[in-house]
Antibody
Framework: QLQLQESGPGLVKPSETLSLTCIVS??????????WAWIRQSPGKGLEWIGS???????NYNPSLKRRGTISVDTSKNQVSLRVTSATAADTGVYYC???????????????WGQGTTVTVSS | EIVLTQSPGTLSLSPGERATLSCRAS???????LAWYQQKPGQAPRLLIY???TRATGIPDRFSGSGSGTDFTLTISRLEPEDFAVYYC?????????FGQGTKLEIK
């Protein structure tokens, strides 16, 4: 059974870089049909898609991060990573990684999610 | 960018009742690529419905989805105690994913 496990520092100082990792177990991250996404949920708010990556390294991002976000994949470790630079309090929230399929012109919904990891941006 | 607006914000019902949740898109959703998720406190979202009306694996048949274009509905025919949660719609019709702001279904 495929499982996703997010991890990272729970506390990040403003202006620093937020770095998270998602380890995929029970399956290979190298499948060509799947994307690996990061989604965040700010306190008391809804869900926001950050971006998605394929094992080939192809990425799609939500412009709302204004180019502060970078998603990368390490197939040798079966993991996906997220970096958000110049963190502010607005980046506080629960960060999820999730799997979804994708075609040439559209994505599919997320069918497997990690449990999420909480990040607080504060001095 | 397609903006999804869910209504109502909060829905108060009793177990056994029927729940009807709405999701309206600012633009037509390509090929009805609209999904519904359920999220309980402290848990990740769970996929319920995709393609506007297809139940995901293991989802009870009391959950149903309908709609097309810009207007979509999630119906729970007879509410069970475990159904009280927050529900989100999501469009995935482009290489860009957006979620609605959610509807909280609470026990009356």
């Amino acid at each position: 059974q495929l499982q996703l496990q997010e991890s990272g520092p729970g506390l990040v100082k403003p202006s620093e870089t937020l770095s998270l990792t998602c380890i995929v177990s029970g399956g290979s991250i190298s499948s060509n049909i799947y994307y690996w996404a990061w989604i965040r949920q700010s306190p008391g708010k809804g869900l926001e898609w950050i971006g998605s990556i394929k094992s080939s390294g192809s990425t799609n991002y939500n412009p709302s991060l204004k180019r502060r976000g970078t998603i990368s994949v390490d197939t040798s470790k079966n993991q996906v990573s997220l970096r958000v630079t110049s963190a502010t309090a607005a980046d506080t929230g629960v960060y999820y990684c999730a799997r979804h399929e994708g075609g040439a012109y559209y994505f599919y919904p997320m069918d497997v999610w990690g449990q999420g990891t909480t990040v607080t941006v504060s001095s | 960018e397609i903006v999804l607006t869910q209504s109502p914000g909060t829905l108060s019902l009793s177990p056994g009742e029927r729940a009807t949740l709405s999701c309206r898109a600012s633009l037509s959703v390509n090929d009805n690529h609209l999904a519904w998720y359920q999220q309980k406190p402290g848990q990740a979202p769970r996929l319920l419905i995709y393609g506007a009306s297809t139940r995901a694996t293991g989802i009870p048949d009391r959950f149903s989805g309908s709609g097309s274009g810009t207007d979509f509905t999630l119906t729970i025919s007879r509410l069970e105690p475990e159904d009280f949660a927050v529900y989100y719609c999501q469009q995935y019709g482009y290489l860009f994913l957006t979620f609605g702001q959610g509807t909280k279904l609470e026990i009356k």
